[in-house]
């Protein structure tokens, strides 16, 4: 019985989106599913790019005012990843506050199960993203207090701003379509 050899050389490949058969998956800092098909993170680096694509990503919901650097800009590209970047600040008192309209139109997004599976991400996982799944929360009738405590496990101590704009956040004036909701969406 005839041997071929495979070639281990890749040079055709993008070095960036290969990754070896036996490489750990290393998944973004606080990274954690919220509902079937939609995650949470930090932002994801090149050491976590094996780890996302296992996911199959349709979107990524990004927070923050700097762009992707390029590599992420890459990865996204290759994987035919649809990348919505809101420019939004975090809840700092007394004069910086989430953007209402970001996290409306996040929600609209996450509510619509043509965009899943989909991650959400800030740079660090915690404040700005705390407040998007707390707002997700509202809609899916948690407890306040179930809501805070999934935040701080995320977040720590930094709550009261935080904590505020999830109390006022009006879940009602969130126009999402019936017709696509995902199944963990109850009425």
């Not at 040079?11 to 973004?28: A, E, G």
């Not at 997004?109 to 509202?138: A, E, M, N, Q, Y």
Request: net charge positive.
């Amino acid at each position: 019985m005839k041997k071929t050899h495979q070639s281990t050389d890749h040079s055709d490949v993008c070095s960036i989106c290969y990754t070896r058969p036996n490489m750990p998956l290393v998944p973004p800092l606080n990274f954690a599913m919220i509902a079937s098909g939609v995650y949470r993170s930090g932002h994801p680096n090149k050491q976590n790019f094996a780890f996302l694509r296992k996911l199959g990503l349709k979107t990524i919901l990004y927070f923050a005012i700097e762009d992707y650097p390029d590599e992420m800009q890459h990865f996204v590209k290759q994987e035919d990843i649809q990348v919505f970047q809101y420019r939004t600040e975090g809840n700092k008192e007394p004069f910086s506050e989430v953007n209402h309209k970001d996290i409306t139109h996040a929600l609209v997004k996450l509510l619509d199960k043509r965009c899943h599976p989909i991650l959400i991400h800030c740079l660090k996982g915690k404040h700005r993203i705390g407040c998007l799944v707390g707002c997700l929360r509202r809609i899916q009738n948690w407890s306040m207090t179930s809501i805070f405590d999934e935040y701080r496990r995320f977040a720590g101590t930094k709550v009261l701003a935080d904590q505020e704009f999830i109390e006022m956040f009006d879940r009602t004036l969130v126009p999402y379509d019936p017709t696509y909701k995902p199944a963990w969406l109850q009425d």
